[in-house]
Nanobody, 123 residues
Framework: VQLQAFGGGLVQAGGSLRLSCAASGRTFSRYAIGWFRQAPGKEREFVAAISLSGGTTDYADSVKGRFTGSRDNAKNTVYLQMNSLKPEDTAVYYC?????????????????WGKGTLVTVSS
């Protein structure tokens, strides 16, 4: 599966953005999807995970209550709605897929990665 994240941009603190992750391939619904981010000078970190159907989600503590992951398998697209953005959310955001369909929190457990999209939150 090939992935491409988009929807990043510049937003003021307190604002919102919705990221999308578009996937190719007819088996998209068999992959659990994770969102990760990497800020300048920092390691890539887990943000959110969405199960095969989208019915189960998992979030990093730093974004819980502010970010919401969802997916539309008919459109081969996963979303990350980001509200109440903070300057510390500034990073390149990546979507990734896991073949066995399980939700995973570590980047090493993901099988496919898309190119990232930059989110910049100004104070």
């Amino acid at each position: 599966v090939q992935l491409q994240a988009f929807g990043g941009g510049l937003v003021q603190a307190g604002g919102s953005l919705r990221l999308s992750c578009a996937a190719s391939g007819r088996t998209f619904s068999r992959y659990a999807i994770g969102w990760f981010r990497q800020a300048p000078g920092k390691e890539r970190e887990f943000v959110a995970a969405i199960s095969l159907s989208g019915g189960t989600t998992d979030y990093a503590d730093s974004v819980k209550g502010r970010f919401t992951g969802s997916r539309d398998n008919a459109k081969n697209t996963v979303y990350l709605q980001m509200n109440s953005l903070k300057p510390e959310d500034t990073a390149v955001y990546y979507c990734a897929a896991r073949r066995d369909g399980s939700i995973w929190r570590t980047s090493q457990g993901m099988d496919y990665w898309g190119k990232g999209t930059l989110v910049t939150v100004s104070s």
